[in-house]
C-alpha cells in the first residue's frame, strides 16, 4: 500500500476514501513543521494545509514521491528543497474561487449597508435608523479588480449581477480566460492608474510574493477616490498597513479586509491590530476560503492529485521547469524492444552527455515508439553513429536549440 502522512486536519469522510482506494492513511493533524521529518520514513505522500514543510524533510525522507498542499498557494513549502531531492510539490489551485469571491461581495455590501455597526447597535439595544439609512448602494458602481485570476473573475461574475460596472487592467492572459471577460462584460483599461481612478470599488486578488509585497501603497492609494472602498481577500503583505490607516483617516477611505500582516497562525489568539479595529474597517479572521462547499472541493482535487500520481502522472505541480531545458534534442524513432533505451542512454553517459527531459511515446499497436530527449551537451557525429548502430532504432534526428 501507498502510505500517506496527513498532517494537517482534513475531514475524517474524505480520508475514508482514500482508505477504501487502497492508501495507508497516517493522520497526524497536530505535528509541527520540525516533527514532520521525525515521522516522514516509509512516507511517499505528504499532505499539509497549513503546516509549514522545511527542508529537513526532504533531507530525512527515503521514498517520499508527493508533498500536497491542500489549498491554493505554496508559501508553506520549501518548494526548491523538494525539487532538489527530486520530489514533486502540487497544489489545488481554484477550488476556493466561489468562497472568496462570496465574501469579497459580503464585505462590500456590508461596508456600504453598514451591517456590523448596526448589529452591533442592536446587540446593545440601539435603534438609529437615521445614520444607518445613509448607503451610497452599489447599483451603477464601478468595481476594479486587481488580479483577474479565478477568484478575479468569480467576484467580476458576481458583482454584474447587482448591476456594478467591473473593470481590470489589460494584460496578456489565456484565451479561455479572455472568453469569461467577455462574456462577463469587463471593461479592460490600459494602466493601473486608470483602473484606481475610475473605481468606487478596489477589489485585491493576488499571490503572496516579493514582486505584490505592499502592493497597495501610498501611491496607489493617493489615486483612489475618497470615500471609496478597499476589499483584500488575497494576503496582508499586498497592503501597507499605515499607508491604507492614512488614506482612511484623510480621504474616509473604507475597507474589507479579511487578511491582516502578522495576523495568528493559530486558529485562536490574541490580536490586536489599529487596522482591524478602526471604525471605517470590516474584518474577517482570513476565512476567505472557510466555506463547506470550498473545504470539499479542495479535498476532492487532493484526492485526484494523489490518484494521479499513483497512476504515474503528476498534475497542478509547482516545483517542475516550466520550460524544456537543454541544448539539444535526440529523436528517437526505435521498435519497442526490451534494452533499447538503455543502450541509448549507455552512449550517452559515455559521451558525458545529461539527459535532462525525457519522453517515450508508443505508437498503436505497441510496435514501435519515439524517444524525445534533452541533453546538454554537444552531440558528436561519432555518438550519433553509434546511436544509428543499436539494434531496433529505426531513426535518429539532432536538433540544436
Given at each position: 500500500k501507498m502510505k500517506i502522512l496527513i498532517a494537517d486536519a482534513l475531514p475524517e469522510d474524505k480520508i475514508e476514501v482514500l482508505r477504501q482506494k487502497g492508501y495507508e492513511c497516517i493522520v497526524e493533524p497536530d505535528l509541527t513543521a520540525e516533527q514532520i521529518p521525525e515521522k516522514i520514513s516509509g512516507v511517499e505522500i505528504l499532505v499539509v494545509r497549513s503546516t509549514k514543510v522545511i527542508s529537513e524533510v526532504f533531507d530525512k525522507s527515503d521514498c517520499l514521491g508527493l508533498v500536497v498542499r491542500s489549498g491554493a498557494g505554496i508559501n508553506p513549502i520549501d518548494c526548491q528543497g523538494a525539487a532538489d531531492s527530486g520530489i514533486y510539490v502540487c497544489n489545488v489551485p481554484g477550488t476556493n474561487s466561489i468562497a472568496v469571491a462570496?465574501?469579497?461581495?459580503?464585505?462590500?455590501?456590508?461596508?456600504?449597508?453598514?451591517?456590523?455597526?448596526?448589529?452591533?447597535?442592536?446587540?446593545?439595544?440601539?435603534?438609529?435608523?437615521?445614520?444607518?439609512?445613509?448607503?451610497?448602494?452599489?447599483?451603477?458602481?464601478?468595481?476594479g479588480i486587481v488580479g483577474l485570476g479565478e477568484i478575479g473573475l468569480a467576484v467580476a461574475e458576481r458583482a454584474r449581477s447587482f448591476g456594478i460596472t467591473v473593470i481590470a487592467k489589460k494584460a496578456q492572459r489565456k484565451p479561455e480566460t479572455e472568453s469569461r471577460i467577455r462574456s462577463n462584460g469587463i471593461k479592460l483599461v490600459e494602466t493601473l492608474e486608470e483602473l484606481i481612478t475610475e473605481s468606487d470599488v478596489i477589489s485585491i486578488h493576488l499571490p503572496s510574493g516579493p514582486e505584490t509585497k505592499n502592493f497597495v501603497n501610498k501611491d496607489f492609494l493617493k489615486l483612489m477616490k475618497p470615500n471609496s472602498i478597499l476589499i483584500n481577500t488575497s494576503r496582508g503583505e499586498v497592503v501597507d498597513e499605515t499607508a491604507l490607516l492614512s488614506s482612511i483617516n484623510e480621504k474616509n477611505i473604507k475597507a474589507g479586509l479579511?487578511?491582516?500582516?502578522?495576523?495568528?497562525?493559530?486558529?485562536?489568539?490574541?490580536?490586536?491590530?489599529?487596522?482591524?479595529?478602526?471604525?471605517?474597517?470590516?474584518?474577517?479572521?482570513?476565512?476567505?476560503?472557510?466555506?463547506?462547499?470550498?473545504?470539499?472541493?479542495?479535498?476532492?482535487?487532493?484526492?485526484?492529485?494523489?490518484?494521479?500520481?499513483?497512476?504515474?502522472?503528476?498534475?497542478?505541480?509547482?516545483?517542475?521547469?516550466?520550460?524544456?531545458?537543454?541544448?539539444?534534442?535526440?529523436?528517437?524513432?526505435?521498435?519497442?524492444?526490451?534494452?533499447?533505451?538503455?543502450?541509448?542512454?549507455?552512449?550517452?553517459?559515455?559521451?558525458?552527455?545529461?539527459?535532462?527531459?525525457?519522453?517515450?511515446?508508443?505508437?498503436?499497436?505497441?510496435?514501435?515508439?519515439?524517444?524525445?530527449?534533452?541533453?546538454?551537451?554537444?552531440?558528436?557525429?561519432?555518438?550519433?553513429?553509434?546511436?544509428?548502430?543499436?539494434?531496433?532504432?529505426?531513426?535518429?534526428?539532432?536538433?540544436?536549440?
Open positions: 462570496e465574501l469579497a461581495m459580503g464585505l462590500i455590501i456590508s461596508i456600504d449597508r453598514h451591517i456590523p455597526s448596526a448589529t452591533a447597535d442592536l446587540r446593545e439595544s440601539k435603534w438609529n435608523k437615521k445614520i444607518y439609512s445613509d448607503a451610497e448602494g452599489l447599483f451603477g458602481k464601478t468595481l479579511d487578511v491582516f500582516c502578522d495576523e495568528p497562525t493559530n486558529g485562536t489568539g490574541h490580536f490586536s491590530s489599529e487596522l482591524a479595529q478602526h471604525p471605517n474597517v470590516v474584518g474577517t479572521h482570513h476565512i476567505g476560503a472557510s466555506t463547506q462547499q470550498a473545504q470539499n472541493a479542495t479535498v476532492e482535487e487532493t484526492i485526484r492529485v494523489i490518484d494521479a500520481f499513483r497512476e504515474g502522472n503528476v498534475i497542478n505541480c509547482v516545483n517542475i521547469a516550466k520550460e524544456r531545458v537543454g541544448s539539444s534534442t535526440l529523436t528517437i524513432r526505435h521498435y519497442d524492444k526490451v534494452g533499447v533505451l538503455a543502450e541509448v542512454f549507455a552512449i550517452l553517459r559515455q559521451e558525458e552527455l545529461n539527459v535532462e527531459t525525457m519522453e517515450n511515446k508508443i505508437f498503436e499497436g505497441s510496435k514501435a515508439a519515439l524517444a524525445i530527449i534533452d541533453v546538454s551537451g554537444d552531440v558528436s557525429e561519432n555518438a550519433l553513429t553509434q546511436l544509428r548502430e543499436i539494434d531496433h532504432i529505426i531513426h535518429v534526428q539532432l536538433s540544436n536549440r
